[in-house]
């Protein structure tokens, strides 16, 4: 493994990547002091940490992974290289995702000793890990398509809204169940959770295998750069 590679895409993945997850940790953490303070209940508290994981987490590595596609100004140059441009995006893909999983990891440390999980510790993950999957895929297919972090963003950002806006009509359907985000803290069948994470895992990896077909195509990536 090259680490001086490694070293690279952690840099060029961007401060916005490494504060947000933890910040945003931090601050559903900080939520949970508070409501303690107020005198609300302990499992209350708790259960906004572990909604966070599966609502605020996925939400930002979805949006930071629509911003990977035309953030390179010289990305022609790059498209020379022995390379291919789209595994370095992949590498930046995998930095900000891994990222934001051991965020996770480290708020499932808190939550597992003190009570408030749900589905096991090991398949437990998959609460924050399913959903953190379907959006980045979603971001990273969107940016591929767009070209545009802003545009590809943007259309992540609707598809979270959506989910929790129409999460009720949503799941009156088995289908529509089985594609919802965030069956773990709003899902209406308890029944219906490892299909759930199941549907989601397979569709993440359909998504990102288009991602991946869309930017192997070089014409559309020099045209960004012309463009952006």
Do not use: C, K
Not at 108 to 119: F, N, S
Not at 201 to 216: H, K, P, Y
């Amino acid at each position: 493994m090259n680490l001086q590679l490694w070293r690279h895409e952690v840099r060029r993945a961007g401060r916005v990547a490494w504060i947000a997850p933890p910040v945003t940790a931090a601050g559903v953490v900080l939520l949970a002091v508070v409501d303690r303070s107020d005198g609300a209940a302990g499992r209350d508290a708790l259960r906004n940490l572990f909604a966070a994981l599966e609502l605020a987490l996925p939400l930002i590595a979805g949006v930071l992974a629509a911003s990977l596609v035309g953030r390179d100004p010289a990305a022609e140059l790059l498209l020379t290289t022995p390379v291919r441009y789209r595994t370095v995006l992949l590498r930046r893909l995998t930095v900000i995702v891994g990222w934001t999983a051991a965020t996770a990891l480290a708020a499932a440390a808190v939550l597992i000793p003190a009570g408030r999980w749900e589905h096991g510790p090991v398949a437990g993950q998959l609460v924050w890990l399913a959903p953190t999957l379907w959006l980045a895929a979603a971001g990273w297919l969107a940016a591929a398509v767009l070209r545009s972090p802003g545009a590809a963003g943007g259309i992540v950002a609707v598809l979270w809204l959506l989910q929790q806006v129409l999460g009720g009509p949503i799941q009156d359907s088995r289908a529509g169940r089985l594609l919802y985000l965030f069956a773990s803290t709003r899902g209406a069948d308890p029944g219906d959770w490892a299909g759930n994470r199941a549907v989601l895992l397979g569709t993440a990896a359909g998504l990102g295998a288009a991602a991946w077909v869309l930017l192997g195509r070089a014409e559309r990536l020099v045209h960004t750069a012309v463009t952006e």
